[in-house]
Each structure stands twice: as C-alpha cells, then as structure tokens.
C-alpha cells in the first residue's frame, strides 16, 4: 500500500490497535505494535526491521528487536482477537479454511525450529523454519488466522539436548517433546476453530494433508465437509468393503461424467479441473 492508503486508513488503523491494547503490558509495546502494523502495510521494499525501523522514524531496529524477542504478551489471545476480527470482516455463504505451509529460510540454527528440511518458498531442501498456516477466505477476501510452527527431529524429542534447546527459545515442554506431523498441526487450528464457532462450508488443502488418512478420518468424524487432495496411489474405501487405488476409481468413472469447473484464474488464465463424484466409505485410520 502506499503512504497515502496507509494514511487514509489511519482511523480504520488506530481502531484496530486499541482494540488489543490491553493484551499488552506496556504502552512502549503498544507503540510498537502500530509501529509494526503501518510498516508491514507500506511500500516497504524488504520487510526486515531495519526497514521497518527506518519507516517509523527510528534510529536503528532495537525498539522493535526488543518487542518481538523481549515484550510480555498473551499470543493466543491476540491470536483469537485477530481471527474474530478476520472473520467478522470476511464472513459470507462460500467462506472457506484453507491449511498451507510456508518456510522462511534462515543461516543461523538458533532461530525455534530450524533446521535443514524442505520449503516450497525455495522449492528444495534449506536450512529454515516452516509453519504451517490456516487461512480464511470468501468472495470478500481472504487471510490468515491461524499458525502453528513445525518442530521436526532436531527439535522435537527427549533428550537433554532437545530440552536445553527447547527451553532457550521458549518452547514450551508439551510441544518439545515429539513431533507432531504438519497434518496435526492443522488439526490443532481446526480444532480451535471449530471451538470458536467460525462459519465456514469446506475445508481445503493439499495432497500433504489429504494423503493422512487420519487428518480425513477425524474431519469425517466431526462432520466437517472437505476437498483434498491425495495421491494417485491413495488407497481408498468403497462402500461394498473393497479398496481401490484413486487412479483406478478414476479409470472406471465415464469420460462423460466430468464437469470442468475453474477454481480460479492463475498468472496463465482460468485454473480449470475435471470433477467427477464417487460414493466411498468412510475413512478409516488403519486402511491398508
């Protein structure tokens, strides 16, 4: 956004900030929070404090390095705040949860959670911290309202060592002491969702959520509608007991059954896919 939509949006702005101004203990990280928020929704060319810093009139990062490592604030209550509020602007008929991840690539191995593993935002194997994401999103916008950070093997575990990294970076002992699959992660943000009373019709994700079969199983057991996708080598229930391979259900459904529908338009036009329904039986955890 320009400087002149950030400023035409000054009062929508400063409405936000306090209605959250008592989850934070002190007014310093109060001017920080507005600080952050007008710089994040600037011209801003590189988001990094320094930046960051510089737009809001400060001579070096340490006000805002001091706020995001250091200030006390209650993170799920501003978490709940900010999906209350998200939601309350972007409710409608065709609203939908949708579970993504995403990686920020680091050089240190200090930063909670990093370590060598895959991100999309590189598209191979980096050293980085991947969390994974839900988003909101209906013909009026969308947005994230919820995040959970992945803790993989070097992190995640038993021993002394995890221990001592876990605590230096605040971690706390519940979510230290194994791993929990991206999957359970978005399990987790549904949960508090569903807890929440958030109005949405479907949820969506990708084939690294759709392929666990206990993700679906739980989804069918809360009745939660779903569109997922899932490997071609998916084994599948059909409702006369048998199991069938996705692509081998694919190969018996007529060619004129499809519908082509679009999802949406991409960067080389509409997005289209052919869709076809076919009856299964409900997922079951242990599939073979």
Known sequence: MSEAEVRA??????????????????????????????????????KNLWQLAEAAGHPNPDRLQGFLAKAAWDADELRDRVRAFAVA??????????????GDIKKGTKSAGVQRQYTGTAGRVENAQVSVHLSYGSGKGRTLIDSELYLGRNWAGTSAEHERRCAEQGIPPERASAVAT????????????????????????????????????????????????????????????????????????????????SCADGAKGPREYDWAAVQLAPTAHDLE
């Open 182 to 261: 991206k999957p359970e992660l978005a399990r987790r943000m549904l949960e508090r969702a569903l807890a929440a009373s958030v109005p949405f019709t479907y949820f969506l994700a990708d084939e690294a959520y759709g392929q666990c079969r206990a993700l679906r199983a739980w989804l069918e057991e809360h009745h939660v509608r779903y569109v997922l996708a899932i490997p071609k080598t998916e084994v599948l229930p059909l409702p006369d007991g048998r199991t069938r391979q996705a692509r081998e259900l694919r190969a018996l459904v007529p060619e004129e059954t499809f519908e082509r529908r």
């Open 89 to 102: 602007a972007l409710a409608a008929d065709d609203a939908v949860l949708i579970a993504d991840e995403t």
């Open 9 to 46: 949006l000054e009062g929508e702005l400063e409405a936000l900030c306090a209605s959250v101004d008592d989850v934070f203990a002190r007014p310093a990280s109060r001017e920080n929070l507005r600080a952050m928020v007008r710089g994040l929704l600037s011209e801003v060319p590189r």
